[in-house]
């Protein structure tokens, strides 16, 4: 693994001074600690984490998420990225929407919390050589998500990050609106649809009460995206029912 901390982000550079060089290695409690912050598990009313700052000191409060473990630890990561970088400014009190891997590329304090905290929990440096030879799917995406015990959501945004593939990740939601990112090698004019195909078993999954994942398969791209690009080729795509939503891996077959 050939690793070179001049090019880290400010996040990976504190895994980094923290002696990071393994996934399980990333004890954001025990991190958060050293660095001044004292960690708390508790009933948040009105918010789903907070920072609270006494000088020197900061007190982490985050609302127990047994059941979404990876959401609880990117919520930490998010405060931990208030602690480092906002502190001067005061505390910081922050709503479930706040706290989103999806929410990277606004400007403003927030998002810059979420783009500090995916470093924290998926570095670049530990996830690039893990991402080499996987394929672009959710299954590949929940052995990131298990090796650094993160939310799904957040390993497959990783993924794309740093797949060669052109790809996207979709979230179609139940009222119709759609969040897409695509990879760099995607070609520009293709453009994910906001709405899922009447055919399609990812809009059976939507409104069905089963749950579940499909296997990875191929559509033809025109079910998933626009684009002279796009025209006449598949995509290889995978969905996964969310409680409100799908999520939807897609790589353009050549
Ligand atoms: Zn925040």
Known sequence: ???????????EALL?????????FIDLDGI???????????????????????????????KPDPKYPGRQRFSLAHELAHWQCDRAVGGALCAADDISPS??????????A??????????DYLVAPRAEGLAFTLDAAQELARAFRSSLTAAVLK??????????????????????RKSRSLPPDAYI???LHYDGPAIKLLYGDEGGRTRPHTEPATRWMSGPSTRGKDVCC??????DAVLTTLELLR
């Open 114 to 123: 979420n783009n500090y905290a995916s470093q924290l929990v998926l570095p």
């Open 32 to 62: 958060a600690a050293a660095e001044g912050a004292e960690v708390r598990y508790r009933a948040l009313d009105g918010c789903e984490a907070r920072l609270v700052v006494f000088g020197d000191r900061g007190i982490i409060s985050i």
């Open 1 to 11: 693994m050939r690793i070179n901390p001049s090019t880290f982000s400010p996040g």
């Open 159 to 180: 993924l794309l990050r740093h797949t060669a593939r052109p790809a996207a990740v979709a979230c179609h939601l139940a009222d119709g609106r759609c969040w897409f």
């Open 193 to 195: 649809l906001g709405e």
């Open 16 to 24: 980094w001074r923290h002696g990071v060089v393994e996934p399980e």
């Open 103 to 112: 929410n990277t590329e606004a400007k403003g304090r927030e998002s810059a």
């Open 238 to 243: 995978q969905s996964l029912k969310l409680p």
